[in-house]
């Protein structure tokens, strides 16, 4: 379905600005929100983002459900 590096994509910058704004770009939703469709394991500052816009990431989910 996808695939994914062992890489994190959320760098400490992006997790910061998250902290500071609440906030990530549509890319990040996207990815937490492919992560979670193939059971790939968040790391601890993708799931706190992933808490924070659980909203945001399922209904990404759900849009890419639909394609």
Do not use: D, P
Not at 19 to 43: D, F, H, P, R, Y
Request: overall charge positive.
């Amino acid at each position: 379905m996808f695939s994914f590096s062992n890489k994190s994509i959320v760098t400490e910058k992006v997790y910061r600005a998250y902290v500071n704004t609440g906030k990530v770009s549509k890319g990040i939703i996207t990815v937490l929100a492919k992560k979670t469709m193939c059971g790939v394991e968040l790391t601890s500052q993708e799931f706190a983002i992933f808490c924070g816009l659980t909203a945001e990431v399922n209904e990404e989910i759900l849009k890419l459900t639909k394609k």
